[in-house]
């Protein structure tokens, strides 16, 4: 089996794993008498044009930046750094954030020309951690067909940061969670 085929059966797993964690589990973020009726989410087709290997082009000095909640309320989190990939031949810059620079893990919240429609309005996620996204040489795997919907997109009673508007892209990512209709 070829490394492709790999990374795709991965990222299906990944989204059966989710499924059966939605629809089961007692922490579902899915409200417990509409977990009956859910019969999975909904997702892109993986695409391989929406996953990259990239520099990440970390700043001198992270900036502290304030970021609004689906519930109204603030949380801090630092700008970390920048991701460039290239979209249907355009530059596209995403900035990656950390809650804690302590930690390893990068967060890109992001919302694109799908959110509202195809998409959650508030925008959509991709965490990435080092053990699994960063590559041999140094790079990271930037795969937008990651991005999934925050917990707020499934029930109020949760808050979510919502993406910075640095990360409000012009360009539709075809790629990853799409609206859910549990």
Not at 53 to 58: H, P
Request: hydrophobic fraction near 30%.
């Amino acid at each position: 089996m070829d490394r492709a085929q790999d990374w795709i059966d991965d990222i299906e797993a990944q989204r059966r794993q989710k499924d059966r964690y939605f629809g089961e589990d007692p922490r579902s973020p899915i409200p417990e008498d509409e977990r009956a009726a859910f019969d999975g989410l909904n997702y892109y087709p993986v695409d391989p044009d929406y996953r990259f290997e990239v520099e990440f082009d970390a700043y001198d000095d992270p900036e502290l930046v304030v970021v609004g909640t689906s519930t109204d309320g603030e949380q801090e989190y630092l700008a970390w750094g920048e991701f460039t990939v290239d979209l249907d031949g355009e530059p596209v810059t995403v900035t990656a954030y950390k809650g804690d620079p302590e930690e390893d893990r990068l967060w890109v919240p992001f919302r694109d020309a799908t959110s509202g429609e195809e998409t959650y309005g508030a925008g959509r996620y991709i965490d990435l951690e080092p053990d699994h996204h960063r590559t041999d040489a140094g790079t990271w795997v930037l795969d937008f067909n990651e991005a999934y919907n925050p917990t707020c997109a499934y029930s109020d009673r949760y808050e979510c940061p919502l993406p910075p508007m640095e990360n409000w892209l012009d360009v539709p990512i075809e790629a990853g969670e799409k609206n859910s209709e549990h």
